[in-house]
């Protein structure tokens, strides 16, 4: 049985950091894209960062590059959503995501509806 629960969620002040995690099980997270995700109420879900199963590039939306950074962690089975220099705009539930096709593209690793499999979500809020 797939499972992904997510981990690391919180309150911090503006310019602090998080690092999310997202713990596998009943699969092996090197064979399948991943994606983390997040969503406010009363907005549309947004691709945060992924990494692509075709060639494991990672890709990043424009409002979170240069200040987070995706990983993995093969042997621990587990990804990671390192975040720096959190912002209030940053505030939202946070989810991990992982789907066994290739997610070639940018628009295609970053796209919700791309993925199978979803964790419960982590808060993170970031305080001005």
């Known amino acids: 049985q797939v499972q992904l629960v997510e981990s690391g969620g919180g309150l911090v002040q503006a310019g602090g950091s998080l690092r999310l995690s997202c713990a596998a099980s009943?699969?092996?997270?090197?064979?399948?894209?991943i994606g983390w995700f997040r969503h406010v109420s009363g907005k549309e879900r947004e691709g945060v960062s992924c990494?692509?199963?075709?060639?494991?590039?990672?890709y990043y939306a424009d409002s979170v590059k240069g200040r987070f950074t995706i990983s993995r962690d093969n042997a621990k089975n587990t990804a990671y959503l390192q975040m720096n220099r959190l912002q209030p705009e940053d505030t939202a539930v946070y989810y991990c995501?992982?789907?066994?096709?290739?997610?070639?593209?940018?628009?295609?690793?970053?796209?919700?509806?791309?993925?199978?499999?979803w964790g419960q979500g982590t808060q993170v809020t970031v305080s001005s």
């Open positions: 995501a992982t789907d066994p096709f290739g997610k070639e593209n940018i628009a295609t690793c970053l796209a919700g509806r791309e993925y199978a499999y």
């Open positions: 990494i692509s199963r075709s060639d494991g590039r990672k």
């Open positions: 009943g699969f092996t997270l090197d064979n399948y894209a």
